[in-house]
């Protein structure tokens, strides 16, 4: 068993904080809104009024997990915590922080003697039941000390160590880049099966048909069919798509490794049109967005 504290009782945050109490951690949740660490503390988790409280009572050397939106407000929220650590505390950023950010971030702690990793974090809303896939960078010998929380928030062989710092956050990007191609792929080809109305498809039994050994099969497609069985034609949404960014990340990489990438990069251009024009396919999207992420959909 660990100490750990969490910062941020978002969609991902506080269901990573009740696996963990589940692996019976020891877990110290802070929320800006009280409302949520008080439901973390229904489950077992100590509340956190401040972040100072949230230092004080775990002991040295202190883990210390964000999970914040990527920018300014994870920035924000390492400044704050700066003045209040101790020296060789852990700080993880497990959010989708961009890569670079992150290697900055690193140097940053060093300078405070701090030790930092950057972890992604894959699984959405499913993470609590499933577990949470999670690539880490930074220094080996951290990975390991913070190595049976990974345990318990991943799935067999769900976690790994990646490399230097910000190379988890480079393998988490280049992951949600694959995403991106991946519903465009399903949105399109099911938009195709929706427009042949001289056959009058049957989307849901299609979805489910495919994951039962076809070579399409996956995941995504099991969620598919759970957003047709709810609803079969997708019409109490807008085929409207946001990006979180790491769409974006990824193919200005593409573009500086000098790596030809159409796929990825139509996907996220695709993406841009939808917000401008309705498509089923990007219905489509928005309707797997929210079954794994819980990403808001715009509805009708």
């Given at each position: 068993?660990?100490?750990?504290?969490?910062?941020?009782?978002?969609?991902?945050?506080?269901?990573?904080?009740?696996?963990?109490?589940?692996?019976?951690?020891?877990?110290?949740?802070?929320?800006?809104?009280?409302?949520?660490?008080?439901?973390?503390?229904?489950?077992?988790?100590?509340?956190?009024?401040?972040?100072?409280?949230?230092?004080?009572?775990?002991?040295?050397?202190?883990?210390v997990w964000m999970m914040v939106p990527?920018?300014?407000?994870?920035?924000?929220?390492?400044?704050?915590?700066?003045?209040?650590?101790?020296?060789?505390?852990?700080?993880?950023?497990?959010?989708?922080?961009?890569?670079?950010?992150?290697?900055?971030?690193a140097r940053l702690c060093k300078k405070?003697?701090?030790?930092?990793?950057?972890?992604?974090?894959?699984?959405?809303?499913?993470?609590?039941?499933?577990?949470?896939?999670?690539?880490?960078?930074?220094?080996?010998?951290?990975?390991?000390?913070?190595?049976?929380?990974?345990?318990?928030?991943?799935?067999?062989?769900?976690?790994?160590?990646?490399?230097?710092?910000?190379?988890?956050?480079?393998?988490?990007?280049?992951?949600?880049?694959?995403?991106?191609?991946?519903?465009?792929?399903?949105?399109?080809?099911?938009?195709?099966?929706?427009?042949?109305?001289?056959?009058?498809?049957?989307?849901?039994?299609?979805?489910?048909?495919?994951?039962?050994?076809?070579?399409?099969?996956?995941?995504?497609?099991?969620?598919?069919?759970?957003?047709?069985?709810?609803?079969?034609?997708?019409?109490?949404?807008?085929?409207?798509?946001?990006?979180?960014?790491?769409?974006?990340?990824?193919?200005?990489?593409?573009?500086?490794?000098?790596?030809?990438?159409?796929?990825?990069?139509?996907?996220?251009?695709?993406?841009?049109?939808?917000?401008?024009?309705?498509?089923?396919?990007?219905?489509?999207?928005?309707?797997?967005?929210?079954?794994?992420?819980?990403?808001?959909?715009?509805?009708?």
């Amino acid at each position: 068993m660990m100490d750990i504290g969490v910062i941020g009782l978002g969609r991902m945050g506080m269901n990573m904080v009740f696996r963990l109490l589940e692996g019976r951690h020891r877990v110290v949740a802070y929320n800006r809104s009280p409302e949520k660490t008080d439901v973390a503390v229904s489950k077992g988790a100590k509340g956190a009024k401040t972040l100072e409280e949230l230092v004080k009572a775990l002991p040295t050397p202190r883990v210390v997990w964000m999970m914040v939106p990527a920018g300014q407000t994870t920035t924000n929220m390492l400044e704050q915590l700066f003045p209040l650590l101790s020296p060789n505390d852990i700080v993880v950023d497990g959010g989708n922080s961009n890569y670079k950010d992150s290697m900055v971030r690193a140097r940053l702690c060093k300078k405070h003697n701090l030790h930092f990793l950057d972890i992604g974090v894959s699984g959405g809303v499913w993470g609590l039941k499933i577990g949470y896939c999670m690539m880490a960078g930074g220094d080996k010998k951290i990975f390991d000390y913070v190595e049976p929380l990974l345990k318990t928030l991943a799935p067999p062989d769900g976690y790994a160590y990646m490399g230097d710092h910000g190379s988890g956050h480079y393998v988490k990007m280049i992951h949600n880049g694959i995403e991106y191609a991946l519903l465009q792929a399903y949105g399109e080809g099911f938009e195709i099966l929706k427009a042949k109305k001289e056959f009058n498809l049957d989307l849901h039994k299609i979805s489910h048909l495919w994951n039962q050994g076809s070579v399409v099969r996956s995941w995504l497609l099991e969620l598919a069919e759970n957003a047709l069985s709810n609803d079969p034609t997708l019409d109490l949404i807008q085929g409207y798509v946001e990006d979180s960014g790491e769409g974006r990340w990824t193919v200005q990489e593409a573009i500086d490794q000098d790596v030809d990438a159409p796929t990825i990069v139509l996907s996220l251009l695709q993406r841009f049109r939808s917000r401008k024009s309705e498509s089923f396919s990007a219905k489509f999207i928005a309707a797997l967005r929210n079954q794994f992420g819980g990403h808001a959909v715009k509805k009708k």
